[in-house]
């Protein structure tokens, strides 16, 4: 074999990344599929777990509409309450992180609440606010409000980067740290608390939608659908609700990766 034909075979091409992933990826949700047809199989009292996917199809097809309108209003009492405890987590966090200094008592207080299940607090807010969306979105709030204080600390207490280090010995001032530095050294760690805050807040808006009630939502169908016994719409309905949380999921962790690529080509510039 002649040298020109060996530096050939050695660069022969590779499957590219994505193209070495599809494979596995298709017989994984293969393999999930046929997952969820085998348990669909079993029954508990003579009435099966959960429905089939052909099942779920047909059942998701039947009332798309009404399923969607159901999805929209709980994807919108979760993104408003996201949205104020959003501004409040961060308010909360920067407080906490500048009394850090001198006391550890505000971040205390924050970890105690956050110890406190988010749905405990719908009672409180259902006696003051009435059964109306005030208080399932004051439940969404104060969910995610503490979860986005802890974001905010975390990001606080991170160990100084190197432009940090530099920034220092060249005496910039705080103002000019501040403004050199971020957001970028600290939104990693905001993306993943908000990730994490986006997923709990179609929890709770759920749950809220299930324990106090409401005309339309993601929580209220499921709540008629196990009244009337109807599995089909309610397997329906939870893998609506997952499948929304999973694409809010992986759009929030893109952001999150690209964040964390980008702070990283700050502290090598």
Do not use: N
């Not at 293969?30 to 199809?57: H, K």
């Not at 009337?228 to 952001?255: E, K, M, N, S, V």
């Amino acid at each position: 074999m002649t040298p020109a034909a060996a530096t050939f075979e050695l660069r022969s091409p590779t499957p590219s990344r994505p193209a070495r992933r599809l494979l596995p990826t298709v017989v994984f949700a293969a393999a999930a599929v046929a997952l969820w047809w085998a348990v669909s199989l079993g029954a508990i009292a003579g009435r099966p777990l959960i429905a089939g996917p052909f099942e779920t199809l047909v059942a998701l097809a039947a009332v798309a509409g009404p399923l969607a309108l159901d999805l929209a209003c709980t994807l919108a009492r979760a993104a408003t309450g996201l949205l104020l405890g959003t501004v409040l987590g961060l308010l909360l966090g920067l407080a906490a992180a500048a009394a850090a200094r001198s006391t550890e008592a505000p971040e205390g207080a924050l970890e105690l609440l956050r110890s406190i299940p988010p749905v405990v607090w719908l009672p409180l807010f259902l006696l003051g606010l009435g059964y109306t969306d005030a208080a399932r979105i004051a439940t969404v709030t104060a969910a995610v409000s503490l979860i986005m204080a802890a974001a905010v600390t975390t990001a606080a207490k991170a160990p100084a980067s190197l432009r940090v280090e530099q920034l220092r010995l060249a005496r910039a001032s705080p103002l000019q740290l501040l403004r050199w530095t971020q957001p970028w050294e600290s939104l990693p760690a905001l993306l993943v608390g908000l990730r994490i805050a986006t997923a709990m807040a179609i929890i709770v808006a759920t749950v809220a939608e299930m324990l106090a009630g409401a005309p339309h939502g993601i929580g209220s169908r499921i709540v008629d659908a196990q009244v009337a016994q109807d599995t089909p719409q309610l397997t329906a309905a939870i893998a609506a609700l997952g499948l929304a949380g999973f694409a809010l999921g992986r759009g929030l962790r893109w952001a999150e990766l690209t964040a964390r690529a980008l702070a990283s080509g700050e502290r090598r510039s």
